[in-house]
């Protein structure tokens, strides 16, 4: 890589984290290319050098935070289909559950409900990390269908994620019984009754 390309790799890393500040801090209505530029001390167009428009600015933020996601979950969903108990691996995926990740996944899945774009990148993040998950399940139970396997990673990701609004104070905050049902009956879905 050129120093040209690494600084412009760089400039551009900073102009993502400045965005996701904006979307983290004030929400996606606050998130403009203006105020981009203005929070970054950049010229509008030396923004647009980089995101041409608001949308493919969002689109890189989202990228690039599903990558992070995906970078996290894939070690602890690869050591489980062979190592542990399926209870310790949702408590590991619980202790991924923060207020910052989920304001932000918050503000993408509002922006996911209004825009196409942004949408079909949450669909292909969630169908990745399902495919980790069925992985895990098929590796546990093999006994199972592919299909009965996809269907728990589904039911299995949409119950984790679910939890993950009522465990950090947006919707509740967490708490141990709650915790210790959520995480019986998400282990079930990975371990035979």
């Known amino acids: 890589m050129s120093a040209a390309t690494s600084k412009g790799e760089r400039r551009r890393g900073a102009i993502l984290d400045i ?14 290319m203006r105020a981009v530029a203005a929070a970054g001390n950049i010229r509008l167009g030396h923004l647009q050098y ?29 050591e489980a289909e062979s190592d542990g108990g399926a209870k310790d691996l949702v408590r590991l995926l619980l202790a991924e559950h923060d207020i910052c990740s989920m304001r932000l996944y918050s503000e ?37 269908s592919a299909d009965a396997c996809a269907a728990r990673a589904r039911v299995f990701t949409a119950v984790l994620e679910g939890a ?30």
Do not use: K, M
Not at 19 to 32: F, K, P, Q, Y
Not at 169 to 184: N, P, R, T, Y
């Open 19 to 32: 965005a996701e500040g904006i979307l983290l801090e004030s929400g996606h209505g606050e998130l403009t």
């Open 50 to 78: 980089y995101f041409p428009n608001r949308a493919d600015l969002v689109g890189a933020v989202l990228r690039r935070a599903l990558d992070r996601s995906l970078q996290r979950l894939t070690p602890l969903l690869t």
């Open 108 to 144: 993408l899945w509002a922006l996911a409900s209004r825009d196409e774009t942004v949408a079909a990148a949450v669909r292909e993040f969630y169908r990745a990390y399902q495919e980790q998950v069925a992985q895990v399940v098929r590796a546990r139970r093999p006994e199972l």
């Open 164 to 193: 993950s609004l009522f465990r950090t104070g947006i919707a509740a905050e967490a708490d141990a019984g709650s915790d210790a049902v959520l995480i019986d009956l998400a282990a079930r879905l990975f371990d035979p009754a």
